[in-house]
């Protein structure tokens, strides 16, 4: 018998997913996890069991995770030590160690999940580098996995005088109607506590929601608050998937974000395969609606 998996979108408008087969089902003490076969490959469903959301897939993880993690990592000025949060298929740590980083700390509070996506998906972390990650011995010596509560383990890095070049925040969209622990970690007082942990020059970069007119809510909050906590800011939106991500940095740049990453991009170390400069571009301008609802910053040209 066929299966669906049907995803709300925003109020009154859902999508409907067709499962061809279900590789992988289970619920963690944080969530359901979901991994099945669909028209876009090997596919990742999270969320609670009556409303899961597609977190990746085949088609379109390389989009996404370079969208997430190409932009801050051209735009720290080093990376001897990342942060990344969330991010439970691994994808964001390998791009980070290929583009030069020295020191790469994963943590996710969702152990199980991340073994599951190591077994099943065919991109990310397999087996083997999950244990080899939390002894921090994968990648030699370079990533360190850790299988904790982000806000807990920022508080823990903030007491230890721990200092990062990056951080990358990668969690299932907002919700803000529900009780969902990740929600936290979408907080100014959260965000304001990273900004705590960076370098100078450092900077921190979030999965921040869908511009599309009518999914706008979750990027609106979220540039409010990047607004708030940084004097500098970019919007990365990607014409080939639905995200948008914002990079923050807490010294006002010389020129504009957008500027520097199109000049930083060709010397990353890591050559991205679904973004040029002039993607770079065009996707770092705000949608119309958005542009004249968030103040000036010399991350977001024109206004």
Not at 221 to 247: D, G, I
Request: aromatic residues 8%; proline residues 5%; negative net charge.
């Amino acid at each position: 018998m066929t299966k669906y998996v049907t995803e709300t979108l925003s109020p009154g408008l859902t999508r409907t997913w067709t499962i061809h087969d279900i590789v992988y089902e289970t619920t963690t003490a944080y969530q359901h996890v979901l991994i099945a076969d669909t028209q876009h490959g090997r596919t990742l469903f999270c969320g609670d069991a009556g409303a899961l959301e597609r977190q990746s897939s085949v088609l379109s993880q390389l989009v996404y995770h370079e969208s997430l993690m190409v932009p801050p990592l051209a735009l720290a000025p080093a990376l001897d030590r990342v942060l990344i949060i969330g991010s439970s298929e691994g994808v964001a740590s390998q791009i980070a160690l290929d583009a030069g980083a020295a020191r790469v700390d994963h943590v996710d509070v969702d152990l199980e999940c991340v073994r599951a996506c190591a077994e099943h998906l065919p991109y990310g972390y397999i087996p083997g580098d999950v244990d080899a990650a939390l002894a921090g011995q994968a990648a030699g010596g370079r990533l360190r996995l850790y299988a904790e509560d982000g806000h807990a383990f920022v508080q823990d890095r903030l007491d230890e005088g721990t200092r990062y070049d990056a951080i990358i925040i990668d969690l299932p969209d907002e919700a803000s109607e529900s009780d969902a622990q990740h929600n936290r970690l979408y907080e100014l007082s959260f965000l304001t506590r990273c900004t705590e942990l960076l370098s100078a020059g450092g900077v921190i970069s979030t999965q921040a929601g869908c511009p599309t007119l009518w999914r706008q809510d979750s990027l609106r909050q979220a540039l409010a608050r990047f607004t708030t906590a940084f004097p500098s800011m970019l919007c990365y939106s990607s014409w080939e998937h639905e995200w948008a991500f914002l990079t923050g940095s807490a010294q006002a740049a010389d020129s504009p974000l957008s500027t520097l990453l199109q000049r930083r991009l060709p010397a990353l170390p890591y050559r991205p395969q679904t973004m040029d400069a002039v993607s770079a571009a065009s996707a770092t301008i705000l949608p119309y609606h958005l542009r004249s609802a968030v103040a000036p910053s010399d991350g977001q040209e024109p206004r």
